[in-house]
T-cell receptor
Framework: AQSVAQPEDQVNVAEGNPLTVKCTYS??????LFWYVQYPNRGLQFLLKYITGDNLVKGSYGFEAEFNKSQTSFHLKKPSALVSDSALYFCAVDDKIIFGKGTRLHILP | DADVTQTPRNRITKTGKRIMLECSQTKGHDRMYWYRQDPGLGLQLIYYSFDVKDINKGEISDGYSVSRQAQAKFSLSLESAIPNQTALYFCATSAGQGPHTDTQYFGPGTRLTVL
């Protein structure tokens, strides 16, 4: 069955440290891959996407994501975390429009 | 003004009542979607529409129906609401080509409580 997995419900990172939010997928073909962020009491906002080309994709707010076809992963990264990055993050694939369950990111001051 | 608007933003209703949630977009996109969000379950797709004449069921369409009144408007109805439909509902819109869906733009959400 097609699926998107975010294996961590919550990730805690100290401010200034690098962060990684993991995403793996099981989808046939070559789907588009996305990361979205949700702040409290808000709708989801687009961060970045991978369609084709360079495996490292840069997006909003200093975030980037690394596409790895052999591992079917699309991990979200940021070199230096900010307290304002604390939010709920969703990975998604466009095949059947599937979202992961979300990872809550806590950046500790 | 927001690109995607949803009304109402909050609604409390009783079991058995009919409820309609409305969504409008000014992005000019053909594709529109309805999702529900439950804690720990992420977003689940209820229905989607790739153009005015195209309506498709998502993974959790039972108990819901939709109407695509125009390119810019997509409504979700609960014909007879039940308590386990208590959730946060999001509308979204996107461009796309063929099977591929591009970036989705989300509304602010409707918090629905069914007593």
């Amino acid at each position: 069955a097609q699926s998107v997995a975010q294996p961590e419900d919550q990730v805690n990172v100290a401010e200034g440290n690098p962060l990684t939010v993991k995403c793996t997928y099981s989808v046939s073909g070559n789907p588009y891959l996305f990361w979205y962020v949700q702040y409290p009491n808000r709708g989801l906002q687009f961060l970045l996407k991978y369609i084709t080309g360079d495996n490292l994709v840069k997006g909003s707010y200093g975030f980037e994501a690394e596409f790895n076809k052999s591992q079917t992963s699309f991990h979200l990264k940021k070199p230096s975390a900010l307290v304002s990055d604390s939010a709920l993050y969703f990975c998604a694939v466009d095949d059947k429009i599937i979202f992961g369950k979300g990872t809550r990111l806590h950046i500790l001051p | 003004d927001a690109d995607v608007t949803q009304t109402p933003r909050n609604r409390i209703t009783k079991t058995g009542k009919r409820i309609m949630l409305e969504c409008s977009q000014t992005k000019g996109h053909d594709r529109m979607y309805w999702y529900r969000q439950d804690p720990g379950l992420g977003l689940q797709l209820i229905y989607y529409s790739f153009d005015v004449k195209d309506i498709n069921k998502g993974e959790i369409s039972d108990g819901y129906s939709v109407s695509r009144q125009a390119q810019a408007k997509f409504s979700l109805s609960l014909e007879s609401a039940i308590p386990n439909q208590t959730a946060l509902y999001f509308c979204a819109t996107s461009a796309g080509q063929g099977p591929h869906t591009d970036t989705q733009y989300f509304g602010p959400g409707t918090r629905l409580t069914v007593l």
